[in-house]
């Protein structure tokens, strides 16, 4: 289920994006959701860190413009995927500066083609990203896994830290790793502490500094198993990023 927010103060734009959603869904069998904003600040107001997977923008909307209100995302999202819908292409340069996935064109009228190629790019990138579901907890999200940082009980609570905000759970240790990849980025460096190997800044015999400036312990029996396990990660991320021709 792809999660999908529309923000645009004009309903026949809406509609149109909505028909050319359902259009592209049945061609590729794919199952949406979709959530309507009229205005940056009713966005805003309810947008919650991991809320959507993708948002369709209008740029020229009455208050708070497209380029502001997703500037205010990112500060609060840094990950969901973004494609402007504007009657100016002239915005390009300023989209880059929130890094919008993507720019679509109403005049004279949006373009199924286009809509297509979009969202073909957009869907790439987001099976691209492996998540961590889960909308079956009371946060009901879906987050990314390379956004999660660390994870750590504390007073019989879960808490998840990510790039951009943290949640609490009642939740073990043991159920939440259950719910991780299995590519070996996460790594249990201390009882009921899960670190994001991708994520550290600093690694210590004792600790681990992330990315975010938390300190986080080491025990003493994972310490030559952590070094090992960032060691092969570090590998892994190397040569996914030059691979091998």
């Keep these: ?8 103060d004009r309903q026949a734009d809406v509609e149109q994006i909505q028909a050319l959603l359902r259009v592209y869904i049945q061609k590729n069998g794919l199952e ?14 309810q947008l919650r860190p991991g809320q959507f997977d993708l948002i369709f923008m209008d740029i020229v909307m009455q208050g708070i413009d497209g380029l502001e209100t997703a500037r205010r995302l990112r500060a609060m999202d840094a990950k969901v995927l973004l494609v402007f819908v504007t009657t100016e ?14 720019f679509l064109v109403k005049a004279p009228q949006l373009d199924q083609n286009r809509f297509d190629r979009v969202m073909n790019h957009v869907c ?19 987050l990314p896994a390379d956004s999660i940082y660390y994870a750590e009980i504390s007073d019989h609570k879960l808490t998840i830290r990510t790039d951009s905000t943290s ?13 991780l990849p299995k590519d070996n980025r996460f790594f249990e460096c201390y009882k009921g502490i899960v670190i994001n190997l991708d ?3 600093i690694l210590n015999r004792q600790n681990v500094v992330m990315k975010d ?19 092969a990660r570090s590998f892994t991320r190397l040569r996914k990023s030059h691979p091998l021709k």
Excluded: H, W
């Design 167 to 179: 949640y609490q759970l009642r939740m073990t240790i043991g159920q939440f790793k259950t719910r």
């Design 89 to 102: 292409s002239d915005y390009a340069i300023e989209g880059y500066e929130v890094e919008a996935a993507g």
């Design 1 to 8: 289920m792809i999660q999908i927010a529309v923000v645009d």
């Design 32 to 45: 949406i959701q979709i959530s309507v904003f009229n205005s940056g600040e009713s966005f805003l107001e």
């Design 213 to 231: 400036g938390a300190t986080l312990p080491v025990s003493r029996r994972q310490c030559e198993k952590l070094a090992d396990a960032y060691a």
């Design 199 to 201: 994520a550290v800044d």
């Design 124 to 142: 790439k990138k987001l099976y691209d990203c492996v998540m961590v579901d889960l909308t079956d907890t009371p946060i009901r999200l879906k």
